[in-house]
């Protein structure tokens, strides 16, 4: 479960104070203790009673400009501060099921009920509320390939609330949890690892109670851009697909351009030859999605060639 940072910090200090320390301070995401050694300064900020009111007032008088300029985040969280490349401050809000917001827009946007990793890691404290439930697990990120459906040793630990208080390191790609509401409206504060390298790095959705990979949580408008240049990139846009097909850094965008390069294929058979080739790459992820792409266009194949034929039929004259 995520790391319980035991602090009894009773000083108070300013978003501008927590920024500023931060900012010129050792700061350093990618170290675990490092990360962790910040937790008394995120608790000192949660001592503040005052600040987030008097922001979210702020923000309001301006229509939430600076909001609508910079956070990227949905409208469950107040971005509070942010530098790029190195650390986020935000506020998360976490409304229980008898909550309006619910009931009218559902539960989705707060990941309640999804047994998930995150691909950063982030310290987070409870702020007001009684705080949401989670039931923790861990698990070893480096034995997942990340296929939908496959298996995956999830550990439980326990079920805990992240009390007023509370202070807690989820460490990237080891921690997960399965997110319950909490029993009244609730907020947390966070700091959260900002890095470049995050957009490439995989995070998950788990079937907890079946040990299972659901599929993966992580979003990138690369997708996209890759679809277009295999489409309407001309051969320039299919020499870059190849090139990230074999060597991108990334083993999902890796799989990501190769099915983009094997849908933009004139015929079947050239997008099985694609997908064949693919599964024969040094990546477990790419040849098990390419393997399993292949095998579902044969099963496929007649229907495929005659759909077409058969709408053409069915149009009237």
């Known amino acids: 479960m995520p790391r319980v940072i035991d602090t009894s910090a009773e000083e108070k200090i300013t978003l501008a104070e927590l920024a500023e320390l931060l900012e010129t301070g050792d700061f350093d995401a990618a170290d675990e203790d490092n990360f962790a050694s910040w937790g008394p300064q995120l608790k000192k900020l949660a001592n503040n009673r005052t600040f987030l009111g008097d922001l979210i007032i702020d923000e309001l008088k301006q229509r939430c400009a600076g909001q609508v300029r910079d956070n990227q985040y949905s409208s469950q969280v107040v971005l509070l501060h942010g530098s790029p490349g190195k650390f986020i401050i935000r506020a998360n809000f976490w409304p229980a099921m008898k909550d309006s917001v619910v009931r009218h827009s559902g539960s989705d946007p707060f990941f309640y009920n999804i047994a998930h990793d995150h691909n950063f890691s982030f310290l987070t404290v409870g702020y007001l509320g009684p705080g949401y439930w989670s039931d923790y697990y861990e ?7 990340g296929i939908p459906g496959e298996a995956v040793n999830l550990r439980f630990v326990e079920k805990a609330r992240l009390e007023e208080g509370k202070v807690m390191l989820y460490r990237a790609h080891k921690d997960v949890h399965l997110q319950l509401p909490a029993d009244a409206m609730s907020v947390s504060l966070n700091i959260v690892e900002s890095s ?3 957009l490439f790095r995989d995070q998950y959705r788990f079937d907890a109670e079946n040990g299972r990979v659901e599929g993966i949580a992580t979003r990138t408008s690369l997708d996209p851009l890759l679809a277009l240049a295999a489409h309407f990139g001309g051969e320039e846009g299919l020499d870059l697909l190849d090139n990230f097909a074999r060597s991108h850094p990334s083993d999902r965008v890796r799989w990501l351009a190769l099915r983009a390069r094997a849908a933009a294929a004139p015929s079947l058979d050239q997008r099985i030859a694609i997908y064949e080739e693919g599964a024969r ?14 095998e579902k266009i044969e099963k496929t194949r007649a229907w495929l060639e005659s759909a077409p034929l058969r709408a053409a039929e069915e149009m009237p004259a």
Not at 139 to 145: F, H
Not at 281 to 294: N, P, Q, Y
């Open 139 to 145: 698990y070893d990120y480096g034995a997942v390939v």
């Open 196 to 198: 470049h390298a995050m």
């Open 281 to 294: 790459t040094d990546s477990l992820l790419v040849g098990a999605m390419a393997k399993r792409e292949a």
